[in-house]
């Protein structure tokens, strides 16, 4: 059975894969608090530590998903993954006041750009709204610190030439580690556009529960910075340190049009009708791809990695905040723990519980 969406104010689509998906429902409820529950178009690209499979998966990564129109796929509670691997998106679909839409990667931007224009059409949108956390949506292409422009650079590309306003959301200015906050907020300005809000305790303890379960890491950053948390924070699995700032609870707008032409990379990837064409350019403009570093890693984290006792990696985490603290960290993300430990997002679960705030401390008590 095909389904069709009701009206919504705003189309979302969530730049990154990741935790987007969970920050572009939850800015668009504290932002738009009276409009319907909106659509949120999303990768299934979750890290290797999650998803072995390196890349994106595509309807054929899943099972039960929803036909709406003729491009696209509704993820509902009851869809998965076909082995090995999983995905959130399921679990989150369950979890939050929104719709949430598989991309399909495999036809370059020209096909997203078709489950795009669609979609404006069934639900009558009337603007679109790319949400990215951290900024890396806005680089220019060059900057020495961007890790992984393909997902966004696809994103953007294909909402050329749609029939309704398309803007960037971008929150989180530097949390995802790419990026620096001072390159972002520059960035802003030159590409014309504006701060919108400034988040705060109240807007995201609904996060909260969800944070408990989900991997993200850029979204639990967001949320750790409008609940108060301030220094600097060990991220991803090379330990890149980030610094939680009063603007790193900020939310900031840049229209398309304007992005388009002060971008490298998106006007190239906006006629690409394959992933491995989308890979080319990027290649080629920026160096490498995305996916080439996830099937390097891929190899390396081959093998089982069975479950821990609690014990031991209380103990082994314990050492490892001693030797940050040494280095003049203040807190980890849980990625960056379980890389660390060299361990399941099962196991680093277990040490999440009774938190203040969505990080692991070096510095304060737990």
């Known amino acids: 059975m095909t389904r069709r969406l009701g009206v919504v104010g705003a189309l979302l689509i ?10 572009a429902s939850a800015l668009h409820q504290i932002l738009r608090p009276t409009d319907p529950a909106p659509t949120v178009l999303t990768y299934a690209w979750e890290r290797l530590r999650v998803d072995p499979l390196p890349g994106p998966r595509g309807p054929a990564g899943f099972t039960a998903l929803v036909p709406v129109g003729r491009f696209n796929w509704q993820i509902i509670p009851s869809s998965d993954t076909t082995p090995p691997g999983r995905s959130t998106l399921p679990r989150l679909a369950g979890q939050i006041d929104a719709r949430l839409l598989l991309i399909d990667p495999g036809g370059g931007a020209a096909g997203i750009r078709r489950q795009v224009a669609e979609l404006v059409e069934i639900s009558a949108a009337a603007r679109v709204w790319i949400v990215d956390v951290g900024g890396d949506a806005v680089a220019h292409g060059d900057e020495p610190g961007l890790r992984s422009p393909l997902a966004d650079g696809l994103a953007l590309a294909a909402c050329t030439a749609l029939p309704v306003p398309v803007e960037i959301l971008t929150a989180g200015p530097g949390l995802d580690g790419e990026l620096s906050e001072a390159e972002v ?9 504006e701060r919108l809000h400034r988040l705060h305790r109240d807007e995201v303890q609904p996060l909260r529960d969800h944070l408990g379960w989900h991997p993200t890491e850029a979204t639990a ?13 060990e991220i991803r699995d090379s330990g890149t340190p980030v610094e939680l700032t009063d603007r790193s609870a900020d939310i900031y707008r840049v229209d398309l049009p304007a992005l388009v032409a002060g971008t490298r990379y998106v006007a190239s990837l906006a006629e690409t009708g394959t992933l491995d064409q989308a890979e080319d350019v990027i290649r080629r403009i920026c160096g490498a791809s995305d996916i080439d570093y996830e099937r390097a890693k891929a ?29 003049g960290i ?3 993300t849980f990625r960056r723990l379980a890389e660390a430990l ?17 990080l692991w401390p070096v510095r304060d008590s737990r």
């Open 342 to 358: 060299n361990t399941s997002p099962d196991d680093i679960a277990r040490l999440r519980a009774h938190l203040t705030v969505p």
């Open 299 to 327: 190899l390396r984290l081959s093998g089982p990695r069975p479950p821990r006792p609690i014990e031991e990696l209380r103990r082994d985490a314990d050492a490892y905040t001693a030797e940050a603290r040494a280095n």
């Open 330 to 332: 203040d807190y980890l």
């Open 221 to 233: 950053l967001l949320t750790a910075a409008a609940l108060g948390a301030r220094g600097r924070v």
């Open 185 to 193: 907020v520059a960035r802003v300005a030159v590409l014309g556009g």
């Open 14 to 23: 969530a730049a990154g894969g990741g935790g987007d998906a969970l920050a």
